[in-house]
């Protein structure tokens, strides 16, 4: 495996290291239950033992007795929780279920919380609460009567705003008259998070103003959610979240037990500190919800695309209608001719699914991409090829994209990959015992852009500041924010501090739809202009000023210095001195263009208005082509993966470490989402069974061989000022289809269900 940074090429920056890289490995970082408060109480959790009924009694005798418990809330004290609004319906909370009971939704329903003076007097005492229940059947899945299936047609879908289905021609009829047909059902399974980091909540009370420490995708978010809650002003709230140890989406939004926490720290008087058990983060959360997929495709001889029809089905829960509905982007993809999208959700007795890495596109890319290959297949053609054949610079609604190099993606990773030497015929290469398949697929992601704050400061030492609450969880927002002033006032990188995750800092938005980097970095890039501005117009005028006259334009800061194009130059520390002042201090805000006029007022509300993807003009997407090698037992039928290859095009790559580092955790997330994760769930009792990271099952590093990235060079200059795509949440993308293909080609057997098993393969 080739783990180094990769050189950067053109319009690519330094594979500068993680500035919070040793903050992390020393355990200095801390993270949210890592925060000191002083005399804490703690809570334990006590979960639903059934998905559907009524609680008919609560006993709290016994756990009443275990010394040190301070107070036990249910839903006979907590009625006065105002109810927060659902994320599609505009609020910040990620499930409409928020409430103790008496009503359950689903099984692990919060339905009491403990606080005692130690974690084990809590959890102690929450084993003791005695709850009955009058149960009724639930319904879990699919397969289940009691289910209710409805049109998802008009409702919000993932971070875009609720669209008509998108169609194009007439599918049935093109369908019909096509010369090749695939028709194929496919699905995937459900999948949760599973961050390092639990779910946890710390709340201190001084006075009216309250504290919150908890992991967050969005502090902005959470501060207005739990406001709503709680029923206090925003601005008497305060969320830190400096660090986050893995989110994927599920800290993206307040679920039910921050606000739970915060009403507790109240009325006990004291700060109170939960951490939530890895087993309760199955359903005190969200998760990635299981999905199928009917897909038609048809071409002409030639492997010409003239129709694609794909209709979706999600799992969600009872009440909420949260769905992906992936068609949006699946839609415009390649050009297709005729186009029918539709999907529908499935209302279970299930918690309500959400936000996890790449939502609409994991499932939906999976079904295009299996498709594809399936057509490719019976056209007796070369899958990239085929791919080839439908690439173009416009969609088949007529929209044009910003940039597309997705064909470069393919011939990079394909050389690389050896692909010219694949005998296409199933199961005619081999090597030993094992049967050898290659198989490709696109990877897919909008890009987004969002509104954000920020505020930098510039110090006559070159020190720099910059302070944003947006979040760094995992992807290397410090460093690439750091990397942006740095080369904007130009002082050393190691002089710039950075700031992340805090309500006390200018607004920022979700750090979902990998949005970060172009959002923030569009308004650090504003806010060091204002700087800029000041410090050259100071450094051209006044009196001894070496660079006196000259033109404002022709003058850059570098290496700590006012320089002219004719080389002369003021120090820095000489230059503030002039002007009197220490530091500047310049706060800016973006909008960017189609996000409305108070997109900034409504973000500091907690709501971050998306643009980009597929909603403006043009269409501006990440894309990139992976290409896999499985290897698949003759005998066991055990499937191994020993190499990947990944080229990847993301417009302005800001640190090549970073973006490796991304890119090659999504691949691997690709291969665990082809080969090993799976929610498992008990049917009768509507319940997730493998809910521990024993049993849910992810690759340890003997899974994972040798992942090759190839970044490929794209320069986009309309996506946003910064000229960055996103692709935190890229690659994993349209790997499970590349493994999918690959086995087929191994075995001959099309794997239609993820994840690829053994039993499929006997
Ligand atoms: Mo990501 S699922 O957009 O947090």
Redesign the pocket.
Known sequence: MSAAAPEPKANMGQPVPRYDAREKVTGVARYASDQQVSQPAFAFLVTSAIARGDITSIDERGAREVPGVLDIFTHRNTDDLTQTKYGQQGGGASTSIQGLGPEIRHDGQIVAMVVADTFENAREAAYRLKIGYSEATPSASFESAGTEMKDANGIMS??TQAKEWLSTGDVEDALSKAAVTVDAEYSTPTQHHNPIELFTTTCSWQGDKLTIYEPS?FVFGLKNAVAERIDVAPDNIHVVSPYVGG??????QMTPRTGLVAYAARKVGRPVKLVATRDQGYTISTYRAETRHHVRLGSDRDGRLVAYSHEGFEITSRPDSYSVKGTEETAHLYSFGAVATKVNVVHADRNTP??????PVVPYVYALESALDELAVKLRMDPVELRRKNDGMKDSFGKEWSSRSLMTCYDQAAEAFGWSKRNPEPGSMRDGEWLVGWGCATAVYPTHNAASAARVSLRSTGEALVQIAVHD?GTGAYTVIGQLVASELGVPVEKVRVELGDTLLPAGP??????TTAAAGSAVLKACAQIRTRLIGGASSGDGAPLAGVPDGQIRLREGRAVAQDGRSEELAKLFERLGQNQIEEYAEFVPAGASSNAMERLYQGKPTFVGGSNGEKLMYSLGAEFVEVRVNQRTREVRCPRAIGAFAAGRILNTRTTHSQLMGGMIWGIASALHEKTELDEKRARYVNDNIAEYLIPVNADIRDIDIILVPEIDNEVNPVGVKGL??LANVGTAAAVANAVYHATGIRIRDLPVRIEALL
């Open positions: 993932v971070a995708q989110a994927f989406g599920s800290k993206a959400g936000f996890m890495r790449s939502p969880i979700v750090a979902g739809g990998s949005v935190g949440e």
